[in-house]
């Protein structure tokens, strides 16, 4: 046999026909290769990359480019998530994987493989001959792509949910609001073969307890006055999934009815003597743990051993602050060309809360600080102290006495320097606008209302700023 020798492979042909994006940078971010397949990703010409700086392609800053953090630490980046949107305006979301390249301990470039999902899935469709159905019923729009993070014990909760979604038994997933409770619902339903078929949420917390079971179970004409024949969710979300969002909120005589149902698989309509058969998934939801909810008397449980068949913990943000970082560069990229901004990162005193902060509204209170932030950066590339929203302050206030006083740094002086900051935001968007207060709010994204409030609280008077423009 011939020995193989590797000299001899065209490396370049091998990496031209992956089915990943590829895309090798110089020592200065300068692109000397692009593959087809990142060509489609990005909707960007070979040609048009191929000799131009990353930072040129992508709307993205050093910091923000995996590739060129790649090149300034040295270090692979795995398995990163990272929602980006070229010079030309396509939007993509990808993991990427880098990979530093040296040559005789001299570090000359990175390799970037990337996977796109929605290329990925029209490739398998593809692969597989499937037929073109028509527009799914479901309205589950996340997938299990949308969860970031590589958190073992989340990456362990997503295994169980892909191992999980096609069995026919029920799944209860515990966590505190905010982790995404939902968002891994919607995952398992179009994860499974029921992903064509209905998906149906409901807040049980959100509805009378005088109008739940009717709502669930279905009503036939005469029931009660005025009731008329009316299929429940459990019926119309047959062959699909049904997602019961804080069961433990449900009353309890209703909880033993639907024991019943999950045991039979059957339901009967409020009123009727006719059982209907069942084919469905079932998925619930708690906020505290079962042996919590079961001791204070708000979830039966014997009902906990039949909806918890699979039971999957989410770990809350204060538990995954190794990934804050993570999930702050995917919001980031995600609002910047939803907002027309151009954020880059966070200021240290931003970084220094964020990390000693416990998030008790989780990565969904995360996201709509870093959303309300983007908002009033104006054109800075940074956020601030002064762009955070007030209650996070408020929230924050004893917890960060406590860690900055520890380290010498009075809590006082990081208010302090935030009312500091605001303040000179306020003058610039008034020198800027000649005084005119109106078009200063408008310019920082505010209400005027709001703005002559800041005026107020800052002391400043927009006379002092007439005819000043910069």
């Given amino acids: 046999m011939e020995k193989l020798n590797f000299e001899d492979i065209d490396i370049y042909r091998v990496l031209s026909s992956m089915h990943e994006g590829v895309m090798i940078a110089d020592a200065k971010g300068i692109v000397r290769f692009f593959n087809e397949t990142q060509a489609k990703i990005d909707d960007i010409d070979p040609q048009d990359a191929i000799g131009k700086k990353i930072t040129d392609i992508y709307k993205l800053t050093d910091n923000t480019s995996p590739t060129m953090r790649c090149l300034k630490s040295g270090r692979s980046i795995i398995n990163e998530t990272l929602m980006y949107q070229s010079q030309l305006g396509k939007v993509a979301?990808?993991?990427?994987?880098?990979?530093?390249?040296?040559?005789?301990?001299?570090?000359?470039?990175?390799?970037?493989?990337s996977k796109d999902y929605q290329?990925?899935?029209?490739?398998?469709?593809r692969n597989?001959?499937?037929?073109?159905?028509?527009?799914?019923?479901?309205?589950?729009?996340?997938?299990?792509?949308?969860?970031?993070?590589?958190?073992?014990?989340?990456?362990?909760?997503?295994?169980?949910?892909?191992?999980?979604?096609?069995?026919?038994?029920?799944?209860?997933?515990?966590?505190?609001?905010?982790?995404?409770?939902?968002?891994?619902?919607?995952?398992?339903?179009?994860?499974?073969?029921?992903?064509?078929?209905?998906?149906?949420?409901i807040n049980c917390a959100a509805i009378p307890e005088t109008l739940l079971e009717g709502i669930l179970f279905g009503t036939s004409k005469g029931a009660f006055t005025g009731a008329i024949n009316k299929s429940g969710l459990f019926e119309q979300a047959n062959g699909g999934t049904i997602f019961l969002d804080e069961l433990d909120s449900m009353p309890m005589t209703l909880q033993a009815?639907?024991?019943?149902?999950?045991?039979?698989?059957?339901?009967?309509?409020?009123?009727?003597?006719?059982?209907?058969?069942?084919?469905?998934?079932?998925?619930?939801?708690?906020?505290?743990?079962?042996?919590?909810?079961?001791?204070?008397?708000?979830?039966?449980?014997?009902?906990?051993?039949?909806?918890?068949?699979?039971?999957?913990?989410?770990?809350?943000?204060?538990?995954?602050?190794?990934?804050?970082?993570?999930?702050?560069?995917?919001?980031?990229?995600?609002?910047?060309?939803?907002?027309?901004?151009?954020?880059?990162?966070?200021s240290q005193n931003v970084t220094d809360l964020f990390k000693h902060?416990?998030?008790?509204?989780?990565?969904?209170?995360?996201?709509?600080?870093?959303?309300?932030?983007?908002?009033?950066?104006?054109?800075?590339?940074?956020?601030?102290?002064?762009?955070?929203?007030?209650?996070?302050?408020?929230?924050?206030?004893?917890?960060?006495?406590?860690?900055?006083?520890?380290?010498?740094?009075?809590?006082?002086?990081?208010?302090?320097?935030?009312?500091?900051?605001?303040?000179?935001?306020?003058?610039?968007?008034?020198r800027s606008a000649g005084g005119n207060a109106a078009k200063a709010a408008r310019s920082l994204g505010i209400s005027p209302q709001s703005f002559h409030y800041k005026l107020k609280k800052h002391g400043l008077s927009r006379k002092n700023y007439l005819g000043q423009i910069n």
Wanted: charged share 25%.
């Fill in 257 to 346: 009815k639907l024991l019943r149902v999950i045991q039979e698989r059957k339901v009967r309509k409020l009123g009727s003597l006719k059982e209907n058969d069942l084919d469905i998934k079932i998925i619930s939801s708690v906020g505290h743990p079962p042996l919590e909810i079961i001791q204070d008397g708000t979830l039966r449980m014997d009902l906990f051993y039949r909806m918890g068949v699979v039971f999957i913990k989410l770990p809350p943000l204060k538990e995954r602050k190794d990934e804050i970082e993570e999930l702050i560069r995917y919001f980031i990229a995600e609002y910047n060309p939803v907002l027309n901004v151009q954020v880059s990162g966070l």
């Fill in 357 to 430: 902060y416990d998030w008790p509204g989780n990565v969904r209170e995360l996201k709509h600080v870093i959303e309300a932030a983007m908002n009033m950066v104006a054109k800075s590339h940074t956020i601030r102290l002064v762009h955070l929203p007030p209650h996070i302050f408020s929230f924050a206030k004893k917890q960060l006495q406590k860690t900055f006083e520890t380290k010498n740094i009075s809590s006082s002086n990081l208010f302090r320097t935030q009312a500091e900051n605001e303040k000179q935001i306020i003058s610039n968007a008034l």
């Fill in 93 to 113: 979301n990808i993991i990427n994987n880098v990979y530093p390249l040296y040559k005789s301990g001299e570090l000359i470039g990175a390799i970037n493989f």
């Fill in 128 to 201: 597989k001959a499937l037929p073109q159905k028509k527009k799914t019923k479901s309205n589950a729009r996340f997938r299990f792509s949308d969860i970031i993070g590589s958190n073992q014990d989340m990456r362990n909760a997503v295994r169980i949910a892909m191992m999980s979604s096609n069995s026919p038994s029920p799944i209860m997933i515990c966590g505190e609001t905010g982790t995404g409770k939902e968002l891994f619902a919607q995952s398992i339903h179009n994860h499974s073969l029921r992903k064509k078929k209905q998906f149906i949420p």
């Fill in 119 to 125: 290329l990925l899935e029209k490739t398998m469709v």
